[in-house]
Structures are given as structure tokens and as C-alpha cells.
């Protein structure tokens, strides 16, 4: 199924007023797609997520499953939750715990008045696909979180909704069950083909399950792509710092035009930029600009050759594979991401900048 | 003396006294009944205990006094089952339907619970003369069930805002409509809180006097409160010990229903006294 949002809107009312929560969201999910909204608590993901499983109705603007309209206040427009057919697996579970696990899966088949035979095969291949066969007659107060976390999701699957809502279910996971059952839910979602919208504040989950994630800040939409996309050319400073597995090095730098060629000044050293970047950097900006700098891309070395920088390390810090440095340079402290030996302290070392890769943010965009 | 023992002392002391306060007139209410005087605690009475009153009371035909039990019970139950199945909607849509005025609404409710019955009764009795209902189960079950209403109300609202609201929203998306999600998921999950609440309602209604004297001129629908200040003595004398009596049999239903149920019903007060 497709699910598009066309310009949304919603917003609340509370004491202090009108409180918009989202606003202006256009999303097209494609069929059978994983779609992930991405972004930090508050920022309106799990309203959009409420939306389109109808629990909420937008104050503006249309959603429609496969171009159907399932909610337009301007026309008057509202399918109920019910008659949507969509599946949603909660961060909380939300299993009925006046049910036995049997009760649960088989509840949405029982309120569609599915024939009791059929009931019984469908609820045992859903819990078969999961994994929880054995545990039908279990409470799910008896049931550990793995276990309850994998009931919702049978719950969900058992009676092949159009479209699938998660919303953030593996926070309340421990890590190394959270990477199993993110890998388990991708092969899932796979295997249904059912159009799925993902939410999660994690950007690791989003990067590695997404086909595709919008990103979201303050009730909007900032930017939708595919996760190597939105890697890779971040448009705002938010999204490089959001995502990633440590945040962006943001610097300010001028960009500056001498005997046709553009050059990029930090701190004191002047680095040339390559003709592609530089038509790159052209459509953004000249003048002051804010420069996004990786710290997985950032090099050091002992000889710093040019585009080069110069700087005392501040900190080492070992993450076990991986050691975060920071670097004071004249432009400002840069943390540098490196599976090499780190410096010490006090340590004057060379930065080699991977200016090709480097992001070139419009200094408005940032905060 | 420990600090951790002066505590257990004096809570154990505390309790025995607050206990003694609040149950020394059921004692004595029970001595009375089982004496053959009601001046048992006289100096220099001849007392000897005796189940004679109990008999009467339950023996005596022209006292009705088993005929006010089923009418206290018949009562008060439809009275609880009434108020607990229109509060039950009434909660649900309280908590989770995105009403304006809400809490207004709830105010309003209690409020309209505070009028004294007394200021009521009058009316009742006119509009109960009106519809022919004077003695009938209706002209009490009705003012009992707008009665205790608010009360279950409010129980009933703590309650269902307890509960997870990914609850009722996991069973809309399982494809109920309000009045399902309310009957099959909020229901059962609330079960224990709604229990307790009824049975509140149950002894509310049970202890219940001003609307049952004034509402009821016979054996056909008079309530046990009502039934026990009416009794008379053969010669007019007030019949101390079969009153007692009375009162005494009158306790065993709702102890009943408590034991039963004693811990819901520990929570369910706890839960109606806070608004959470």
C-alpha cells in the first residue's frame, strides 16, 4: 500500500494555548516499503505515527492510502481506526493482560469475527513466525520483554494489515536483544512485503533498517532520503550532527573566490577545493559558511601534507574499537573518530581534512 | 528498647485503640442481642446469654424481618449493578474521549452528589406518589442508583485512568469500535475496580435510611435500616434486644461481601480517595 501525507498539520490545545506538533509534513511511503521517521523526543514523530493509524485526526492537510483519502478535515473526511486496517506494535506493547498470549494474537481475528478454525491456524503460523509457539497459553505478565515484544508483533502480522506502525519497539530492549530483533524485524518485513512505518529517536535503528527515513525536527519534516543519502549529504547542520555514529565537527569557514578558483579558509590555513566541490559549495554559499566535518573522516597524521590542520590534542577517549580524539585548532575543537593508536594529551598533531566529503552548510541553517 | 521495636509498640497500641473506639458499639450491640436483658451492663443484673432474640427476629412472622433482608439485598444489588454499568461508560468517556470540559463535568457530578438527601425527599416522595411507585423496588432503586452514581463515578474514572491508554488504542486498531474496545479490553482489565466500586455502591445503598422511611409504607419494599427503627414491642416498650438482634443479622451480608472481596476493595478505596 501507499500512504501519502499531503501537507499535515495537527495541533493541540492545552492550557497554554494552541500547541502545534506537527506541521507542513509531506511523506509519500512507497509500497512495501520500510519508511523510518528519525528524529530526537518531541519532535512530532510518534503524532505522525498516531495519524496514520487514526487515532489522531489532523487539524490540516489529507492522508490517503493508495490515493483514497482517509482523513481530510477541510472535506470532512475521517476513516476510523477500525475500518483502516493498519497494525501498530507500541513502545509499551499494549498486550491485554486479561489474555493469554493465544487471546492476544488471536484478538484482532476474534473482533473481525474470523471463523474459530481458521483463528487457531492462523494464530499458531504467526506465533510459529516468531518463534513463540510455545508459549500460547502464557500470560503476559509471565512473559519476559523479549517475549512480550514478540506477541505485539505476531499480534500485528496475524491478520495481514495494510499497513504496519512501529512505534520506537526495541527501547525497551536490552542491547544485545535490540540488534537480534532489529535484524529479525527487517527479515519480517521483508518477507511480508507490508508497507511499514518505523519510529525510532535511535539513529543507528534507523540507519540500518530503514529503505528509507525522514528526518524530523520541531513538527517538520527537515529531510527524506535513503539512510546512505542522508549520511552523505546532510542538508542542515541537524542532520549531520543527528546522524552518525558520533556527531559532525561543525566549523566556521569563509569561502572565497581568488584567480577563478575557490578556497576555503579555517583557523589560519587556506585549502583549495577541487572544481566538482567547488560547484558544489558555489550553489550554497560563498562567504561565511558553516563547514561539517565528520570525525570518522578526519585524519591524523604526523606530516600533515595540505588540505591540512594543525592542533593540540585535548582528550582521548577509547571506545574499545574505536577512539574519539579532540583537537584543539584555531578553527575551533574537532573531534576526530580513529581506529589508530591515539595521541596523548598535549600532543601537537596534523589533521588531514577530507574536504571532498566535507558538508557545506548556508551559517543561517545553523543554530 | 529498639527504635524499630518502639515503633511496632506503639502502632500495635495505636491500632488496638483505634479498633476498640470503632468497635466497641458493634460489641455491644452483639452483647445486647445475645442477653436475656437489655440491661446487661447494669450493676447487679441477672444476664444469662441466650439465641432467643436471633429466633425471634428471624421467627416472628408479623415483623417481617426476613422479607426487609431480601428487600435490602434486591435493593441495594440492582442499585450497584445499575450504577456501576451506566458509571463504567461514563468513565471510560471521561478518561479517554477528548471531551471540553471534562473536569468540569466531574466537578459538576460531585457537586450534584453533595445535596443533602434531606432536601430531596420531599420531591421524591411527590413524584414517587405521582407514578404509583410508593412501596415498590423502583421508588428506591432509582434515587439509590442517582445516588451513589457520582461516587462510582469517580471510582470508576481513577480506575480506567490507570490504565495504559496504548491499551484502548491497541484495541481500536485491533478493529473495535468504542462501545468493543470499553466491553472487551477496559472491562476485563478493570474488573477488580469495578468490583470493589459495586460493592461500595452495594453498602451505600444498604445503610441507606431517609429515602427508605419516607419511600416505603410496607413489608413490600422496606429496607432492613428502615424495618429495624420500626420495630415495635408487643406492649410498646422498645424491644431492645431483638432491635440489636436485627441489627446484628443485618451486618452479615456485607461482611460477607467484604471478606469475599477484601482486597479489591482495599484498593478501590485507596484509588477513589486519591484522583491520580
Known amino acids: ?332 575543537i574537532l573531534t576526530v573518530l580513529t581506529d589508530a593508536e591515539a595521541p596523548n594529551a598535549g600532543d601537537v598533531v596534523g589533521l588531514v581534512i577530507p574536504i571532498e566529503t566535507a558538508s557545506v552548510f548556508h551559517p543561517e541553517d545553523g543554530e | 528498647m529498639s527504635e524499630e521495636r518502639r515503633i511496632r509498640v506503639l502502632y500495635t497500641v495505636g491500632a488496638a485503640a483505634m479498633s476498640a473506639f470503632c468497635l466497641l458499639p458493634v460489641a455491644y450491640m452483639v452483647l445486647v442481642a445475645a442477653s436475656s436483658r437489655p440491661d446487661v451492663l447494669s450493676a447487679g443484673a441477672e444476664v444469662r446469654l441466650t439465641a432467643g432474640h436471633f429466633l425471634e427476629v428471624l421467627g416472628t412472622g408479623s415483623l417481617h424481618f426476613p422479607e426487609y ?40 457530578v460531585l457537586a450534584v452528589s453533595m445535596f443533602p438527601p434531606v432536601s430531596l425527599v420531599s420531591y421524591l416522595f411527590r413524584m414517587m406518589s405521582a407514578l404509583g411507585w410508593i412501596n415498590t423496588y423502583a421508588a428506591l432503586v432509582l434515587p439509590y442508583t442517582a445516588w451513589v452514581l457520582p461516587l462510582s463515578l469517580w471510582i470508576l474514572a481513577s480506575h480506567f485512568s490507570r490504565i495504559p491508554r496504548d491499551l484502548d488504542r491497541a484495541a481500536l486498531l485491533d478493529g473495535c469500535g468504542r462501545l468493543a474496545a470499553l466491553r472487551k479490553v477496559m472491562v476485563p482489565v478493570a474488573a477488580p475496580g469495578i468490583l470493589s466500586t459495586a460493592i461500595l455502591a452495594f453498602i451505600f445503598a444498604f445503610n441507606e435510611f431517609l429515602f427508605a422511611l419516607i419511600l416505603t409504607t410496607g413489608r413490600n419494599a422496606r429496607t432492613i435500616p428502615v424495618g429495624i427503627a420500626l420495630f415495635e414491642g408487643l406492649h410498646g416498650e422498645i424491644p431492645w434486644g431483638m432491635i440489636m438482634a436485627a441489627a446484628t443479622l443485618a451486618v452479615v451480608p456485607v461482611i460477607l461481601l467484604v471478606l469475599a472481596f477484601q482486597r479489591g476493595i482495599v484498593t478501590g478505596l485507596t484509588r477513589g480517595a486519591v484522583k491520580e
Do not use: W
Request: proline share 6%; hydrophobic share 45%; charged share 25%.
Open chain 2, 69 to 108: 433482608v431480601v428487600n435490602s439485598i434486591v435493593v441495594s444489588g440492582l442499585s450497584a449493578i445499575l450504577a456501576v454499568a451506566l458509571g463504567a461508560p461514563a468513565a471510560y468517556a471521561v478518561t479517554r474521549l477528548e471531551l471540553p470540559g471534562r473536569m468540569s463535568f466531574l466537578f459538576l
Open chain 1, 1 to 332: 500500500m501507499m500512504l501519502t501525507f499531503h501537507d499535515i498539520g495537527k495541533t493541540f490545545l492545552s492550557e497554554r494555548g494552541e500547541v502545534p506538533a506537527v506541521q507542513g509534513v509531506d511523506l509519500a511511503v512507497r509500497e512495501g516499503e520500510l519508511f523510518v521517521l528519525l528524529g530526537p523526543s518531541g519532535c512530532g514523530k510518534s503524532t505522525v505515527l498516531s495519524l496514520a493509524a487514526g487515532l489522531l485526526k489532523p487539524s490540516s492537510g489529507e492522508i490517503r492510502f493508495d490515493g483514497e483519502l482517509v482523513a481530510a478535515p477541510r472535506k470532512k473526511v475521517f476513516v476510523s481506526p477500525r475500518e483502516r486496517n493498519v497494525a501498530m506494535v507500541f513502545q509499551s506493547y499494549a498486550l491485554y493482560p486479561h489474555l493469554d498470549v493465544f487471546g492476544n494474537i488471536a484478538f484482532p481475528l476474534r473482533v473481525a469475527k474470523v471463523k474459530e478454525e481458521s483463528i487457531t491456524a492462523e494464530v499458531a503460523r504467526a506465533a510459529s513466525m516468531l518463534g513463540i509457539g510455545d508459549l500460547l497459553r502464557a500470560r503476559p505478565g509471565e512473559l519476559s520483554g523479549g517475549q512480550r515484544q514478540r506477541v505485539a508483533i505476531a499480534r500485528a502480522i496475524v491478520r495481514k494489515p495494510r499497513l504496519f506502525l512501529l512505534d520506537e519497539p526495541l527501547s525497551n530492549l536490552d542491547a544485545a536483544l535490540r540488534a537480534a530483533t532489529r535484524a529479525e524485524l527487517k527479515r519480517l518485513q521483508r518477507e511480508l512485503a507490508v508497507t511499514t512505518l518505523y519510529v525510532t529517536h535511535d539513529q543507528t535503528e534507523a540507519m540500518t533498517l530503514g529503505d528509507r527515513v525522514a528526518l524530523m525536527r520541531n513538527g517538520r519534516v527537515l529531510q527524506v532520503g535513503t539512510p546512505r543519502e542522508l549520511y552523505e549529504t546532510p542538508r542542515t547542520p541537524f542532520a549531520g550532527s543527528f546522524i552518525g555514529p558520533a556527531p559532525m565537527n561543525l566549523l566556521d569557514a569563509v569561502v572565497f573566490e581568488e584567480k577563478g578558483r575557490l578556497y576555503l579558509r579555517m583557523g589560519g590555513e587556506k585549502i583549495a577545493l577541487s572544481p566538482g566541490k567547488a560547484d558544489e559549495v558555489r550553489r550554497i554559499a560563498t562567504g561565511r559558511v558553516l563547514l561539517g566535518l565528520r570525525p570518522e573522516h578526519v585524519r591524523i597524521s604526523g606530516d600533515p601534507g595540505p588540505p591540512a590542520l594543525r592542533g593540540i590534542v585535548v582528550s582521548a577517549e577509547n571506545l574499545g574499537r574505536e577512539r574519539l580524539v579532540s583537537v584543539e585548532t584555531a578553527g575551533g
